[in-house]
């Protein structure tokens, strides 16, 4: 009786020794979609406001706004809002960085010639010189889409 006791009693400990070592009920993982977008545009000359709609979409085009990315996460110990808050910390980092290292006044406007030519040519302006473009400040944000909330809003100053 003792030995089926102490064989008993093993067997309960080893499958407990198991489950201890099981972390599958604590590892929680995340990916999340986000969008860096623009709010508006703060122009240093009221001139360049006639062609605000163009400026944004000249931003776009060079891949400084208006795209999305997405960020992943596993944490081993945790619930899945650890997972989400570390993929939103890489994300907000990932944004502050490229806001950073904003494009110049030049890109903007030989973007914005570029996609807009026949329409500046047909106004008497034949290169990007020409547009006149002052620096302006680009107001942008960060949105988690897979949340549907703001992480950050950042202003660059595009000289």
Do not use: R
Not at 56 to 77: C, P, R, W
């Amino acid at each position: 009786m003792k030995k089926n006791l102490a064989l008993i009693t093993a067997i309960l400990c080893l499958a407990a020794g198991f489950t201890a070592c099981d972390d599958t009920e604590n590892h929680a993982e995340a990916t999340t979609t986000y969008y860096v977008g623009t709010d508006s545009i703060s122009y240093s000359d009221p001139l360049n406001a006639e062609y605000d709609s163009l400026i944004i979409n000249a931003f776009d085009s060079l891949g400084f706004t208006s795209y999305y990315f997405e960020e992943h996460a596993e944490v081993e110990m945790g619930v899945i809002a650890n997972a989400i808050a570390i993929c939103n910390s890489k994300a907000d980092k990932k944004y502050l960085n490229s806001m950073a290292s904003p494009v110049t006044l030049q890109q903007v406007a030989t973007q914005l010639y570029k996609d807009n030519t026949e329409l500046f040519n047909t106004k008497g302006i034949n290169t990007p010189a020409d547009i006149n473009l002052k620096p302006m400040t680009i107001h942008t944000f960060l949105w988690c889409d897979s949340y549907n909330s703001y992480l950050n809003k950042k202003s660059v100053p595009i000289n």
